[in-house]
């Protein structure tokens, strides 16, 4: 096989001209064959500690230089400051630090801070296939784009464009389609409250709900999966709920990585006497000692340990893990003559108890063990921790969601809480953690292509208008749109569409059969670099910055994980002055393309986001108030039934439900691969090509594979491989991978992302949520002709 073998990238069908010229290996971002310099070394026994400040220092000084590091990082996650642009962790509700950020957060910050530039001398001098050639990391340390750059057709480059030319090109090709649904919108996580609900208004407006968003990709699993069982589909705790829980099931989540400053909370509860267990089939530095960069003394000693068990769970082992949980505790439950589950709560809150028991009577213990590959013995070592701790909250992130059986993951994490009533009491609940800052928030204010009716008729009353009701495409079913030339406009409202979604050739096509391809942005990226027959780049401001309108001085608001409402606030002067906001952005392409359709004056809404917030409060159920309550220090809470013990289901009871434990068949060598994040990146942003807590430096083409899968194999650490994706009949590949023996469950493996969404089919989805399924790929390894690397 070669590198063009991929069915699902073309097969026989003729690929448009931009996309047959454009290199594969370049689509997706891979180095030159022979350049695959990942060095292995030794695993951090810590998370944080003095490395993670150094690192925090190193980056922040070279893109921002010292002062305005300090200046900056000074204001992240203050009452008074701008929000964390990285992920979606909560703020403490009280006093809150100095340093109220993590290593992530800092990098996430210089990035945007940077006083780097990719100026339109920058794109004259680049063509968009020398472009492609660089690596994410080398394109993200451009710096900030700071004009509308327009591709025009044929063009093998961007130049710069006018906003007013920049509007008038979209809003002539969106008023050019034969139907609006010809044109899909999605936001990344970053959109405040006020874009984004601006966006939801002029694309319902517009004429169409086509609003996928990146939810689609991380925790829609989630959505569905609570909100069908608990009735909303958000956490049910708060953060201080972990200084009082007796025990903590992180499930499917690497917070050291992806979430740092959840290590501050799992390190208060471990001190206070929880337990903590590890749920994941790599065995994470940041669950294993944290050493709280916060505290000096701290740093000094070996760190505090914070899971106390580690459940070496297979890839997608998880229903067959808490199926055997819980079935353990109903059988102590029996042995103890009912003292064990919370028998009151499940009669007098919950239906569907008794089809779930009998179903978990009918599990074989074999099937139980063998699946989730998790020893007998430690299965009831964790059913004895759930059965006598008063107080368990579960947290859970992609891990859990992006399999075939994402939902059904999700809602056996809710049968366990709900069996012993650990939700909807002080230091309980129900915690899926968001990976984007604002991705929460975005879906609340009417980012979704399935809103509800109440929702619709709610906006179409404010507005005016009647808004569409048929359901709109999410991320996966725009890439087969795109594909299939249904939709012919992509704009997209922050991001790294290409990179971030699956099956990177395919959705590559399918952008490159776009008339039009529109990313307002902050920085180059790869998406930019894979186009409609036309594209544009629209720069915006980014959180760290000021926001001056005609009416003054703006902030906006986003919404943390646990439904806190807040505002945010830039203090730098921004990276140029042709930078609009988000909401600005929204407001110009709306105007020029609805023009006199308009039933709404969306310049003056840019010109005052207090307008904006008015609006939701009138559409959305739990902002009264909005403008006041968001302007207290700290914000405010959305309503949530279920973290008052009310859940907001048709019957108004939680719903246990019965799920069969997944099969893979890995006959034929294969092996269960879960693509993973690095320490250096965050989401599809390349900081750099090192992952310390993995003992990985230098590159990121690796592949963390049991020891004995390697012998079996014959094959050695330090061999080149290719991975080969199996899916029905087609063969997906990415190359140039070494072998890193880690300690991993047998007939696992895990690898970098986005270099292995070549390897994810769009097709694979989780049932329901239509969810990529990217962390459970069937894979085969072939060896390439390459020797074994020196020093591996
Ligand atoms: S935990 Fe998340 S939100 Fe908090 S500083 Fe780190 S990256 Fe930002």
Known sequence: ????????????????????????????GEPPLEATPAKVGHRARSAAGITSIFATAEHGFREMGVARTLET??????KDGFDCPSCAWPDPDGERKAVEFCENGAKAVASEATRRRATPAFFAAH????????????????????????????????????????????????NALASPNEASFYTSGRASNEAAFLYGLFVRMFGTNNLPDCSNMCHESSGLGLNETIGIGKATIKLEDFADADAIFVIGQNPGTCHPRMLTELERAAKNGAKIVSVNPLPESGLIRFKNPQHPLSLLGAGT??????????????????KGILKQLIEDDRAAGGSILAHDFIRS?????????????AEPWERIVAESGVSRELIREASALAGRSERVIYTWAMGITQHANGVANVQSIVNLALARGHIGRRGTGLCPVRGHSNVQGDRTVGIWEKMGPSFLAALGREFGFEPPSEHGLDTVRTIQAMHAGRVKVFVGLGGNFLSATPDTHYTAQALARCRLTVHVSTKLNRSHLVTGEQALILPCLGRSEWD?????????????????????????????????????????IAQATLGARASVDFAALAADYDRIRTHIEHVVPGFTDYNRRVREPGGFYLPNGPREGRFTTPSGRARFTVHPIPRHELGGGKLLLMTIRSHDQFNTTIYGEADRYRGITRGRRVLFVNQEDLDERELAAGMLVDLVSHHGSERRRAEAFKLVPYTIPRGCAAAYFPETNVLVPVTNVAAGSNQPASKSIPITLERRESAVEAGA
Do not use: C
């Not at 990082?73 to 203050?78: E, F, I, R, S």
């Open 1 to 28: 096989m070669t590198r063009n073998d991929s069915k699902s990238a073309g097969g026989s069908e003729a690929e448009p001209a931009r996309a047959a010229r454009t290199p594969r290996a370049a689509v997706s």
């Open 349 to 361: 809150h919950t239906e569907g108890f008794e089809a779930l028991a009998s179903d978990l009577d």
């Open 127 to 174: 063509s968009i296939d020398e472009l492609l050639a660089q690596s994410d990391r080398w394109l993200e340390e451009q710096g900030r784009i700071v004009q509308p750059m327009l591709r025009r057709a044929g063009s093998d480059r961007y130049e710069a464009v006018t906003w007013d030319d920049a509007f008038a090109l979209v809003g002539s090709e969106l």
């Open 73 to 78: 990082l000074g204001a992240v996650n203050q």
């Open 305 to 322: 340990p914070i899971a106390s068990l580690f459940l070496p769970v297979r890839v997608n082992g998880d229903v067959a893990l808490l």
């Open 548 to 588: 001056m309108q005609a009416m003054g001085e703006q902030f906006v608001t986003v919404e943390d994980t646990m439904g806190v409402v807040h505002a945010s606030r830039g203090m730098l002067a921004p990276a140029s002055r042709e930078l609009l906001s988000e909401p600005a952005i929204v407001a110009g």
